[in-house]
T-cell receptor, first 111, second 112 residues
Framework: RKEVEQDPGPFNVPEGATVAFNCTYSNSASQSFFWYRQDCRKEPKLLMSVYSSGNEDGRFTAQLNRASQYISLLIRDSKLSDSATYLCVDSRNTGFQKLVFGTGTRLLVSP | DGGITQSPKYLFRKEGQNVTLSCEQNLNHDAMYWYRQDPGQGLRLIYYSQIVNDFQKGDIAEGYSVSREKKESFPLTVTSAQKNPTAFYLC???????????FGSGTRLTVV
């Protein structure tokens, strides 16, 4: 089983739609997670941290379900500029911070 | 502006050559990392360094070497022992545990 698993997609949605991605992680001891966004042939950029209580940043909402070991990202009112690959990340703190990346979910927002 | 600079952006290597990828940061971060990204795969950790003059192997260190002589710099050498070096290489830094990484813009290495 992969340490962090994501549906590769692509998810094709029209502008204005709401879309949700899930990600599962294998390490039950993991405490900290992130969502990164990666545009084609560019570096990943931090989108948001994922907190146990859930957190929201504008149109983006991240949730953590420890019992089922999954993380979700909800994007409301999708924009064309949201088209990218979204990487789910497990932050392991075992003496040093190691980020374990999923392979990403590709989102395509169309007019 | 603070950030991480990787150079070159594109690099072509002949079979049997060693090449060095540059990574410089002015964020005053202690920890620095090298990842490799292949199509359809997640980022994989090559080497990391938590402090100057110290570095550790990651998950796929074979065929690579690093140095950390200055806080700002963490160069990666891809040696001829690396059997499949064609990939997108990403350098990152972090201020500490619990924080996310900041990535450089990457170097695309191609073996010709």
């Amino acid at each position: 089983r992969k340490e962090v698993e994501q549906d590769p997609g692509p998810f094709n949605v029209p502008e204005g739609a709401t879309v949700a991605f899930n990600c599962t992680y294998s390490n039950s001891a993991s405490q900290s997670f992130f969502w990164y966004r990666q545009d084609c042939r560019k570096e990943p950029k931090l989108l948001m941290s994922v907190y146990s209580s859930g957190n929201e940043d504008g149109r983006f909402t991240a949730q953590l379900n420890r019992a089922s070991q999954y993380i979700s990202l909800l994007i409301r009112d999708s924009k064309l500029s949201d088209s990218a690959t979204y990487l789910c990340v497990d932050s392991r703190n075992t003496g040093f911070q190691k980020l374990v990346f999923g392979t990403g979910t590709r989102l395509l927002v169309s007019p | 502006d603070g950030g991480i600079t990787q150079s070159p952006k594109y690099l072509f290597r002949k079979e049997g050559q060693n090449v060095t990828l540059s990574c410089e940061q002015n964020l005053n971060h202690d920890a620095m990392y090298w990842y490799r990204q292949d199509p359809g795969q997640g980022l994989r950790l090559i080497y990391y360094s938590q402090i100057v003059n110290d570095f550790q192997k990651g998950d796929i260190a074979e065929g690579y070497s690093v140095s950390r002589e200055k806080k700002e710099s963490f160069p990666l050498t891809v040696t001829s022992a690396q059997k499949n070096p064609t990939a997108f290489y990403l350098c990152a830094s972090s201020p500490g545990q619990g924080e996310g990484y900041t990535f450089g813009s990457g170097t695309r290495l191609t073996v010709v």
